[in-house]
């Protein structure tokens, strides 16, 4: 059974860390419902899970480069023809 240090802190055994995949560094969601603590692994979001808006683009360092080339040229594009 897990005990607390004068710190706080307490041992997630084994088991639990193993079937909630819990690794040195994840954050973790504390949640008080009546009279029990509720721990949550709070999972990362990668950025594809952004609504979709790298659905069907190509992801890396070149394509973003490509695409921030094109939307800076649209930017410009619009600037000098308010200018006109």
């Known amino acids: 059974m897990p005990t607390i240090t004068t ?8 088991p ?7 690794k040195e560094g994840d954050n973790l969601i504390f949640e008080i419902k009546s009279n029990m603590l509720i721990l949550k692994k709070k999972e990362r979001k990668s950025i594809l899970n952004l609504g979709g808006i790298a659905r069907g683009r190509k992801i890396g360092v070149g394509s973003e480069r490509e695409f921030t080339k094109k939307a800076v040229s649209k930017r410009i594009a619009k ?3 308010k200018d006109e």
């Open 7 to 14: 710190k706080g802190q307490i041992t997630i055994p084994k």
């Open 16 to 22: 639990f860390r193993e079937k909630l995949h819990i």
């Open 79 to 81: 600037e000098e023809l």
